[in-house]
């Protein structure tokens, strides 16, 4: 069993930054392929970020060249950086363990993090 923990969600304006921070425990998780989804109210939910075998990471289109994933093995955390944020990016975060861009590809989620961005 993994527990994923997310944090570094918040309020933030048009053009800022945040830095989410997926704390995983119970597992190692340096061996996993690692992602990072969102869920804004009455959409389902989108994939946001993925890291792969080969040490690329894929992003979705729409945080492509703002959104940066990134991983600290020794401290079993995963990061989402967040640059040039837009109302749109408003959902709740979610870090998981598995791979692909379909959320049914993973299997152990976190609570999720709110993120809103004001106009």
């Known amino acids: 069993q993994v527990q994923l923990v997310e944090s570094g969600g918040g309020l933030a304006q048009t053009g800022g930054s945040l830095r989410l921070s997926c704390a995983a425990s119970g597992r190692d998780i340096s061996g996993y392929r690692m992602g990072w989804f969102r869920q804004a109210p009455g959409k389902e939910r989108e994939f946001v970020a993925k890291?792969?075998?080969?040490?690329?990471?894929y992003y979705a289109d729409s945080v492509k060249g703002r959104f940066t994933m990134s991983r600290d093995n020794a401290k079993n955390t995963v990061f989402l950086q967040m640059n040039s944020l837009k109302p749109e990016d408003t959902a709740v975060y979610y870090c998981?363990?598995?791979?692909?861009?379909?959320?049914?590809?993973?299997?152990?989620w976190g609570r999720g993090t709110q993120v809103t961005v004001s106009s």
């Open positions: 998981a363990v598995g791979s692909g861009r379909m959320s049914d590809g993973y299997n152990y």
């Open positions: 890291n792969s075998w080969s040490g690329v990471t």
